[in-house]
C-alpha cells in the first residue's frame, strides 16, 4: 500500500478547507488500501462469516456518496448503483472492479463539485423531512469512511498482511 499517495488534511486552515481535506485524505485511504489487488483478492470475503469484501466497500461508499451528495444535498433523486437488498453492493461474486472505482471515482468527483457549489456549511439538503446542513453531511461522510477504512485495513491485512495507516 501507498501512502505517499494520500493528501494530508490541513492543519490550520478554515472549517471548509479542513472538513473536504479530511474527507478526501479517507477516500484516498480506501483507494490506497485496495491499490495493487487483483480482482479476485478485492472480491474476497477475507473476515468469516461476514460479507464485507474490499470491492464491496467501494461499491457501497460509491451509493453512500450519490445518496449524500446528489440526493440529500444537492436535491437529485437518483437510484443507487447496485440494488438494496440482499447483498446489494457486497454481492461481489462476479462485480467488476474497474466497473465499481470507476463508478466510485465519478461520485466523488460529483460530490465535490457540489460542496464547491454550495454558498457555505449551513446550506440545508432533505432526506424524507429530515434537514441536514452541508457540514453534518460532510463529517458524517468523514465518519463513515474512517469506519469502513477500518474494516478495509482488516480485509487488506487478511488478504496479503499489508497495514496500513
Given at each position: 500500500?501507498?501512502?505517499?499517495?494520500?493528501t494530508?488534511?490541513?492543519?490550520?486552515?478554515?472549517?471548509?478547507?479542513?472538513?473536504?481535506?479530511?474527507?478526501?485524505?479517507?477516500?484516498?485511504?480506501?483507494a490506497?488500501?485496495?491499490?495493487g489487488?487483483?480482482?479476485?483478492?478485492?472480491?474476497?470475503?477475507?473476515?468469516?462469516?461476514?460479507?464485507l469484501?474490499?470491492?464491496?466497500?467501494?461499491?457501497?461508499?460509491?451509493?453512500?456518496?450519490?445518496?449524500?451528495?446528489?440526493?440529500?444535498?444537492?436535491?437529485?433523486?437518483?437510484?443507487?448503483?447496485?440494488?438494496r437488498?440482499?447483498?446489494?453492493?457486497?454481492?461481489?461474486?462476479?462485480?467488476?472492479?474497474?466497473?465499481?472505482?470507476?463508478?466510485?471515482h465519478?461520485?466523488?468527483?460529483?460530490?465535490?463539485?457540489?460542496?464547491?457549489?454550495?454558498?457555505?456549511?449551513?446550506?440545508?439538503?432533505?432526506?424524507?423531512?429530515?434537514?441536514?446542513?452541508?457540514?453534518?453531511?460532510?463529517?458524517?461522510?468523514?465518519?463513515?469512511?474512517?469506519?469502513?477504512?477500518?474494516?478495509?485495513?482488516?480485509?487488506?491485512?487478511?488478504i496479503?498482511?499489508?497495514?496500513?495507516?
Amino acid at each position: 500500500m501507498d501512502a505517499q499517495r494520500r493528501t494530508e488534511p490541513p492543519r490550520a486552515a478554515d472549517e471548509h478547507t479542513t472538513l473536504t481535506g479530511f474527507l478526501q485524505h479517507q477516500r484516498e485511504t480506501l483507494a490506497s488500501t485496495c491499490a495493487g489487488l487483483t480482482a479476485e483478492q478485492l472480491r474476497a470475503r477475507a473476515v468469516s462469516p461476514s460479507g464485507l469484501s474490499l470491492i464491496g466497500l467501494v461499491r457501497h461508499m460509491a451509493d453512500v456518496e450519490r445518496t449524500w451528495f446528489r440526493n440529500v444535498v444537492h436535491g437529485e433523486r437518483t437510484k443507487p448503483h447496485w440494488p438494496r437488498g440482499e447483498g446489494g453492493a457486497f454481492d461481489v461474486d462476479t462485480a467488476d472492479p474497474t466497473e465499481a472505482f470507476d463508478a466510485w471515482h465519478e461520485e466523488c468527483a460529483r460530490s465535490r463539485a457540489i460542496v464547491d457549489a454550495a454558498e457555505s456549511l449551513d446550506a440545508t439538503g432533505r432526506f424524507g423531512s429530515d434537514v441536514f446542513s452541508l457540514r453534518y453531511v460532510l463529517t458524517h461522510m468523514i465518519e463513515e469512511y474512517a469506519r469502513h477504512n477500518g474494516q478495509a485495513d482488516l480485509l487488506r491485512q487478511a488478504i496479503d498482511a499489508a497495514a496500513g495507516e
